[in-house]
């Protein structure tokens, strides 16, 4: 059975269609020879219904309608702004300020596609003038918004900790180490490049254009107190810290910037309308073709085949490395993590894992395998914004994948670098 829904599936994604066909398609052909016929169909609609039903998913059209809100607005210009004061003069500033950026607005949004448009759009020509080339332009904005996946609200990590029934608190605050430590490394090496160009440096900002651009960047920082120091000062549940966010950008955008219009809200309104129905069509597709999967006992099998059990903590989570960055480099994200933790986490649980430790290690690699050739989803966003062919969009790529690639290894070595935080916040 699990060779035809695999056929099935990818004769469907091959003629063309999106990816959720594919997995109802899979998820219906499973339940039809499951329970020879579609009697029991009715089981499918209710495990559909029941993937979408945590309250917790709530949050995630509640940051998808707020970082649309702030990427119309004026948030991430002001973000912008403010890193650039403060780092802009260095050599290679003016990388390490578009990937500071991308972070900054990447922990406002935890939308990656909002952060390409936020950030790239005003940044790409200002970094083309100084003198880089665009490869490594569209390379490090693709690349840096991907953060966006680790650093707090990550989708990604409110989508795992639904699936897996994992404290999405916890998660949050566990992106927040290999988050920075990426942007680190990030910033070393547009160093390094700018150096080996001699690419020029920005002027330096005096302490009064600086302390007028944190002041203009004040009201954008809120974001990040909001959803951080709300979470962690008990002050709001995750999904209540989206609640506010919403509430905070429309205060901003509207009210305090004046950049936005009833209009322009009804407009935004629709646009999150629109994605958020595609992204609950997928879970709700997803948590069907899992529950098929997990019946036929399918996972067990291919797990067993490749002896998993025997591999210990390490083997375990190379192995999971491994299977989420190639799924994500061409499948969407959101469908991967649908799919492969269920089938990886009786592993996980044998093997005596900490599932925000290796939450934190999922998440890392969707972020990877979306700005990874052939099919990154990040990749097509950086083509359809910049205009740019598909192979002038890859070709800066290899640097970033190798500094992803050590952070990886350095996780699964140095599990403390995702749980320091979360286990100061959490007394544990």
Same mark, same amino acid.
Request: charged letters at 10%; glycine letters at 14%; zero cysteines.
């Given at each position: 059975m699990g060779w035809t829904i695999f056929s099935i599936m990818?004769?469907?994604?091959?003629?063309?269609?999106?990816?959720?066909?594919?997995?109802?398609?899979?998820?219906?052909?499973?339940?039809?020879?499951?329970?020879?016929?579609?009697?029991?169909?009715?089981?499918?609609?209710?495990?559909?219904?029941?993937? #979408?039903?945590?309250?917790s998913l709530i949050a995630v059209p509640m940051f998808i309608f707020a970082a649309d809100i702030m990427t119309r607005g004026q948030s991430a210009g002001r973000l912008i702004d403010l890193v650039m004061a403060f780092i802009g003069h260095l050599r290679g500033g003016l990388a390490m300020a578009t990937a500071s950026a991308c972070t900054m607005f990447g922990a406002v949004s935890g939308s990656t596609q909002a952060t390409v448009v936020a950030i790239g759009s005003p940044l790409r020509p200002r970094m083309l003038k100084a003198g880089y080339k665009d490869s490594y332009v569209l390379a490090l904005i693709v690349n840096a918004s991907d953060i966006a996946f680790l650093i707090p609200p990550s989708i990604g990590m409110i989508i795992y900790g639904v699936v897996s029934n994992t404290s999405i608190?916890?998660?949050?605050?566990?992106? #927040?180490?290999?988050?920075?430590?990426?942007?680190?490394?990030?910033?070393?090496?547009?160093?390094?490049?700018?150096?080996?160009?001699?690419?020029?440096?920005?002027?330096?900002?005096?302490?009064?254009?600086?302390?007028?651009?944190?002041?203009?960047?004040?009201?954008?920082?809120?974001?990040?107190?909001?959803?951080?120091?709300? #979470?962690?000062?008990?002050?709001f549940s995750p999904t209540e810290a989206a609640a506010a966010c919403v509430l905070y950008a429309i205060i901003l955008e509207m009210f305090i910037f004046r950049e936005m219009t009833l209009r322009d809200l009804y407009e935004t309104a629709k646009s999150t309308g629109l994605i958020t129905a595609v992204v609950f069509i997928l879970v709700a597709a997803g948590a069907a073709f899992s529950w098929v999967i997990s019946f036929a006992q399918i996972p067990q099998a291919i797990l067993s085949g490749i002896g998993i059990d025997a591999m210990g903590q390490i083997g375990v989570l190379v192995v999971i490395s491994i299977a989420f960055f190639i799924g994500c480099m061409f499948v969407d994200p959101i469908v991967v993590i649908l799919v492969l933790v269920p089938i990886f986490a009786p592993v996980v649980n044998a093997v005596g894992l900490d599932p925000v430790h290796v939450g934190t290690l999922i998440v890392l690699q969707v972020a990877i395998g979306s700005a990874t050739p052939p099919f990154g989803c990040d990749i097509f966003t950086a083509i359809a914004v910049f205009k740019r062919p598909y192979i002038e969009v890859i070709r800066g790529t290899p640097p970033f994948f190798a500094i992803l690639f050590c952070v990886s290894v350095a996780l699964i070595f140095f599990p403390q670098i995702a749980l320091f935080l979360r286990d100061l916040a959490f007394d544990k």
């Open positions: 990818v004769v469907l994604l091959l003629m063309g269609f999106p990816m959720m066909i594919p997995l109802m398609a899979g998820a219906a052909v499973g339940f039809y020879t499951l329970f020879n016929g579609f009697g029991q169909m009715e089981t499918m609609v209710q495990q559909m219904m029941a993937g #979408i039903r945590p309250a608190a916890e998660l949050f605050i566990a992106g #927040i180490g290999p988050g920075l430590l990426i942007l680190f490394l990030f910033s070393i090496y547009a160093w390094i490049y700018a150096v080996r160009n001699n690419v020029p440096t920005e002027p330096k900002s005096g302490w009064g254009d600086r302390l007028l651009a944190l002041q203009r960047a004040l009201w954008p920082l809120g974001f990040p107190v909001i959803i951080v120091g709300g #979470i962690y000062g008990g002050i």
